[in-house]
Every structure is written in C-alpha cells, then in structure tokens.
C-alpha cells in the first residue's frame, strides 16, 4: 500500500498520466474527426503534396496532377514565406512506404501519416513546454498545475491531430523562448545557438510569427550585450578542439543562409519580403484562381456597392472585451468547418480562472523571478499585437462587412504564447494560498480543466453539438443582419 501511495506521490507518475491522457484525446480526434473540417487543411495539404511532387526544394511555380482543378497560382500564393513545413513534409512523403499518390486509398494513407507526423511535434512541444516550465518555477505543484492546464486546452489537443504548420510554428516559439531564459541564466553559447535555430525555423515556418520572434531576439541582445564576447570565442574554442558541438553551429549556418535565400531573394525578385499574387502573376490569372485574391477583390465589390450604414465602431475596450470573448470560445473550444464550444457557464469560468490568475500574477507576483516576469512582458506584448495591430485594425478597416471583419479570431493564433500565459496564471493563482493549500487549490483548478474539456465533448452527442453549432449560427446571423441592416448570405456570397 505504501509502495502505491508513493508512486501516485511522484511528479513523474502524474506527468506520465496527463501525457497519455492528452494523447489520448489526440488520437480520438485522429480517429473519429473529419480531417477535411480541420482550418486550412486543403491549403496546407495541397502545398505539401505541391513539395512532394515537384523536384528540389525550391519554391514551387507549378502544381502536379494531385489537384488539377487548382491552379499553380494557388500554391505560389503564401508559399513564399511560409514553406519550410511544407517543404520538410513534402520531401518526407517520399519515405512513405504505403504510397503517396493519387489514389483513393494512398491518399488516406498519406493523410494518416502526415497526421501522426503532426501528433508528433505536439508531442516535442510538450516536452519543451515541461523543460520551460522547470526553469521557471521550482514548486512542483505549480509546474503540474501548468501542464494540467496546457494538456486539456481542447483547440490544442484538437490541432495537434491535423495537418496544419502552426503545430510546428508552436514549438519553435516555445523552444526559441526555453533556450532564450535558459541563455539568460547562464549565458551559455550552445543554448545561444540554439535559440538562433529555433528563431531560423520559425522565421521560415510562418510569417505571423514574425513579431514574437524579433521580440524574442531583442531580449536575447538585450540580456547578452556583455557577454557576446565571452559567447564568440566559446564558439572558436569547438572549431579548436573539434567538438562534436560544431554540428549545431552548421545547423544555425544553413538555417541563416535559407533565410538570406528566401528573404532575400523576395526583395531581389519582388522588391518586397512578401510578394502578394499579383506580383508574382497577373490580376487576370491571380482573380480567377487564387482564392485570397478573389476574396480581396470580393470585399472591393462589397465596399463599391456600398451595402452598409452608418454604424457606432466599437471603441478599444469594449472590442478588446469582445475579442477575448472570441478567443475563449476559440480555445476551450475547437474551431474549424465543424466547430464545438462547451456550454456557457463552463466558458465563464475559464475566463474566470484566467483572468483572476492575471490579476493575482499582477499584484502577487514574486519579485526575484525575472523570468516570470519577462514571460508576461513578452506574452502582453505579442497578444496586444496579434489583438490591436492584426484583429483591430481588421474589424476598424471592414466593420460593415460582417463575414471579414471578424476573419483571424482564432485562438489558435494565441498559441505561440499561451505556455507563458499559463505559467504566469498558474504562478498567479498559487501565489495567495498557503503552503499547505496549494496543493488542494491546484487539484481543484486541474480536475475543473480536465472535467470541462475534452469529456464534455465527448458526452455530447455528435447530432446535438450540429443542432448547438446551428443555433449559435443563428443567433449571429439575426445579430448581424440587426445590426448592420444587410442581407449576411448575400455578404458571405461574395466572399466564395
């Protein structure tokens, strides 16, 4: 008995728990989820097999016989900053040994494989995720509390099980964070390279990254100003002695020079880092077959035929009330071509439990830790960013248009940054209990995100979460057309 009580007593044990707990809620999306409903999946998998198909690894400027009725033009467009997920899985599909092809049943297969491919890197994310969060906090009730948390985000869990780059986007924006605070406690030149690593993969993985990534990298010149030196001439000493360590620093030289190559080679081509469709092709071809470029001219049309009315803007606080809301929904929750939000009352307490634990963070924050503190600072600022600058700047610019305006609140978007928003929440709330009941305090917080998470999906009747979804549709729809005066069928119509 007591042999039992203490391997239950282990973090170890509880970690290895919650870890297969999460995979199993991947997997039963794996199995049981339409893949087809999962965001942009026609886009990421068509840029995947655009890879697989065509020779080399530069960008592709044709498309292969997978997909005849798209046109080249749809891969080139956003293919020009955000290939390296397509690129590395693309090219690995050639080791598939069930087929890739064209056909019914090599399809599935080449779906299923690039699916585990995808369950994997949540699977990294994770354990850089754990490693973070060791380095932040040494009470173990916290860093379990934290991956208690992370585990049982159902978008999360739901993401990892589809073919989509923000899996790998994720983990280089952990990993580049756990290498940078690791830097900043010893100045160690090896973790520098590989936060330059992480910060090259990301900048080729996905453009919307951008921001947290050059933030990440002012801290890290910041914190290592005197210290360059010191790092430079460690580097030196594996060159003379040849340590086995150079193979990094030839890792972080090739992801330099493919930055330089596709940067750079945007600007030498295009005059601009990021080349839109009618740069690349002509307004006649990018109109009739890229569909972004068909949406922007949709919303000219919508614009031109002035269909609005003069409307009262919502004003920064109650939009920024507004998008929380939005992204609350869109975390606990799973968005997608089928999505599934938990009941009201459940949401309003994840609100609770997020916002109090802000709060709490804020006024009980332990002053000797620099790294928690620096985890907030750089989480506020990306979320302000990706909030103000990206979503508010959207809805200010096409309010009247109901089907854009609120295009990119997804919450995955928040993801890059939702490991320092846990650590500072979970910091937050185990900062005002005693010793003695923290640990009752984080059970209770852990067994509310477990009990409200993935279960409530899965007891939910798949026919009821439609006629759910539906209502909700509903409701937005009679909103809409209340408010703005217009028909929103006829709105969304020219956005198809």
């Not at 080791?95 to 297969?109: K, Q």
């Not at 986007?169 to 936060?195: E, G, P, Q, S």
């Not at 910041?222 to 360590?245: A, D, L, P, Y």
Request: proline residues 3%; contains cysteine.
């Amino acid at each position: 008995m007591n042999n039992l009580f203490n391997f239950f007593s282990q973090q170890k044990t509880w970690l290895w728990i919650l870890g297969m707990y999460f995979f199993i809620q991947v997997f039963y999306f794996f199995f049981t989820f339409p893949l087809q409903t999962a965001p942009d999946y026609v886009y990421h998998y068509t840029q995947i097999m655009n890879f697989f198909l065509n020779s080399g690894i530069s960008l592709p400027t044709a498309g292969g016989d997978f997909y005849p009725y798209y046109h080249p033009v749809y891969y080139v467009s956003g293919a020009q900053n955000s290939v390296l997920y397509h690129l590395f899985f693309g090219k690995l599909l050639h080791l598939n040994i069930l087929g890739s092809g064209s056909e019914i049943h090599e399809i599935f297969n080449t779906e299923k494989l690039l699916q585990v491919l995808n369950i994997i890197l949540s699977g990294v994310y994770l354990v850089f995720f754990w490693k973070l969060c060791q380095i932040i906090f040494k009470s173990k009730t916290t860093q379990l509390l934290a991956f208690v948390v992370q585990t049982n985000l159902l978008m999360f869990s739901f993401l990892a099980a589809t073919i989509n780059y923000d899996n790998l986007a994720n983990i280089c924006a952990v990993a580049a964070t756990y290498f940078l605070f690791k830097n900043i406690r010893n100045h160690r030149a090896i973790d520098a390279v590989w936060f330059g690593i992480f910060l090259c993969i990301g900048f080729l993985t996905k453009i919307s990254l951008l921001p947290l990534l050059l933030l990440l990298g002012a801290f890290f010149c910041w914190e290592n100003r005197k210290f360059f030196g010191i790092q430079f001439r460690e580097v030196v000493s594996w060159f003379k002695t040849k340590s086995k360590k150079l193979w990094i620093v030839v890792l972080l030289c090739i992801g330099i020079g493919a930055n330089i190559f596709m940067w750079g080679g945007n600007v030498f081509r295009y005059n601009t880092p990021v080349p839109g469709c009618d740069m690349i092709f002509s307004h006649e071809i990018c109109a009739k077959f890229n569909p972004i470029y068909k949406k922007g001219l949709a919303i000219q049309e919508f614009q031109s035929e002035k269909l609005k009315k003069e409307m009262t803007v919502l004003s920064p606080f109650k939009f920024i009330a507004t998008w929380a809301d939005y992204y609350t929904h869109k975390i606990f929750g799973i968005f997608s071509w089928l999505s599934f939000y938990p009941p009201t009352w459940i949401l309003r307490v994840f609100q609770f439990l997020f916002l109090a634990g802000i709060v709490l963070g804020c006024l009980r924050f332990q002053r000797k830790n620099k790294l928690l503190k620096y985890a907030f600072f750089i989480a506020l600022a990306y979320t302000l960013f990706l909030a103000f600058y990206a979503n508010y700047k959207t809805y200010f610019q096409y309010e009247h248009i109901p089907w854009y305006s609120f295009m990119g609140w997804q919450g995955r978007y928040l993801f890059p940054v939702i490991a320092l928003w846990i650590f500072w929440i979970a910091g937050g709330w185990m900062s005002v209990f005693p010793k003695k009941w923290k640990t009752s305090v984080a059970i209770l917080i852990g067994l509310f995100f477990i009990a409200s998470s993935f279960p409530v999906y899965f007891f939910t009747p798949k026919l009821e979460r439609i006629i759910h979804l539906q209502k909700l549709e509903k409701q937005h729809t009679k909103k809409l057309e209340e408010k703005y005066g217009i028909e929103v069928e006829r709105a969304e119509a020219l956005g198809n």
